[in-house]
């Protein structure tokens, strides 16, 4: 398979794959930090911090790869990994901490559960990894805002934290249909292309 070629290391540590390694190593701080939310405003504030730098680090590890002309099969799967992985550990953290309700949690970790088993499924049938499309995009960008707005204020009772709950709940769930269609689509097409 291409992404376990021995060009690993060399694409591991490009400009956008190296983003996105950060992105993932962020999780370290972000643990901690949640931890200790309620110890004081300043917690807060490093964690609102931290989430912009992901943003921003996400932001351009795909305006570099697409500059560059450096897309790699490495690039395809540690991008969303790290989104993935932050999201989860926030989303546990919170809802340990009594932030998150039960319908809420469960319906993001098993839509990136879900998501994660059959990309891995895909990606050894067709050699190649699947991308994320633009619904998983804005997926992801309507639960960091989610979270955000828990961070800030953590009050489920004003139309924002509610508009984005159940908007990013509609997105989750909307993402994996999106997901599974389009992977069946890819593997019907390569079942085609073997016959």
């Known amino acids: ?15 956008p794959n190296s983003l996105s390694l950060f ?3 962020l999780a370290i701080p972000f643990f901690f930090l949640l931890q200790n939310l309620d110890e004081g405003e ?30 790699t099969e490495f ?15 926030i989303v546990t953290q919170l809802y340990i901490q009594g932030y998150i309700v039960d319908i ?5 970790v098993l839509r990136d559960l879900i998501i994660l088993i059959g990309g891995i499924y895909i990606t050894k049938k067709i ?10 995009k804005m997926t992801v960008l309507s639960i960091g805002i989610f979270i955000i707005i828990i961070i800030l204020d953590g009050s489920p009772g004003n139309f924002i934290y509610s ?7 509609i997105l989750s769930v909307v993402s994996v249909v999106t ?13 085609n292309e073997v016959i």
């Open 1 to 15: 398979m291409k992404i376990l070629s021995s060009d690993l290391l060399k694409d591991a540590f490009n400009l």
């Open 23 to 25: 992105r993932l190593l």
């Open 42 to 71: 300043y917690v807060r504030y490093i964690l609102l911090s931290l989430i912009f730098v992901a943003f921003i680090s996400d932001i351009l590890d795909g305006y570099f790869a697409r500059k560059k002309n450096i897309i």
């Open 75 to 89: 690039g395809k799967v540690i991008d969303p990994l790290a989104d993935k992985t932050l999201v989860i550990l």
């Open 104 to 108: 809420y949690f469960w319906t993001i």
């Open 127 to 136: 050699d190649r990894v699947l991308p994320s499309n633009i619904v998983g």
């Open 163 to 169: 508009f984005l709950f159940y908007l990013s709940m």
């Open 179 to 191: 997901y599974t269609f389009r992977g069946i689509e890819i593997l019907r097409w390569k079942k």
